[in-house]
Nanobody, 120 residues
């Protein structure tokens, strides 16, 4: 089993920054993908960014140039540096860990989420 614990959410003013962390524990195989997803009230959960165990990254258009995803494989930790935050970034942010090519066709593990609120 894999357990995920997120931290770093909070309240920030528009234009500010936050850094989210996700610590992974349990039995972990080397080839995997980790990602951040978010869900705002009334919306579906959506991809923010993901990163493979080899370091390849993928970002949603809405966060490109503002957010940076990274991971520390030695410490089983993933980060999301969020800069130039906007009110529309307000959401619960979830850490995802998966084996397989995609959310739909992989084996997924989820954290409980951390709330990010951006005030205008």
């Amino acid at each position: 089993q894999v357990q995920l614990v997120e931290s770093g959410g909070g309240l920030v003013q528009s234009g500010g920054s936050l850094r989210l962390s996700c610590v992974v524990s349990g039995t972990i195989f080397r080839i995997n993908t980790m990602g951040w997803y978010r869900q705002a009230p009334g919306n579906q959960r959506e991809l923010v960014a993901d990163i493979s165990s080899s370091g390849s990254t993928n970002y949603a258009d809405a966060v490109k140039e503002r957010f940076t995803i990274s991971r520390d494989n030695a410490n089983n930790t993933m980060y999301l540096q969020m800069n130039s935050l906007k009110p529309e970034d307000t959401a619960v942010y979830y850490c995802n860990f998966r084996y397989g090519p995609s959310i739909r066709y992989g084996t997924n593990y989820w954290g409980k989420g951390t709330l990010v609120t951006v005030s205008s």
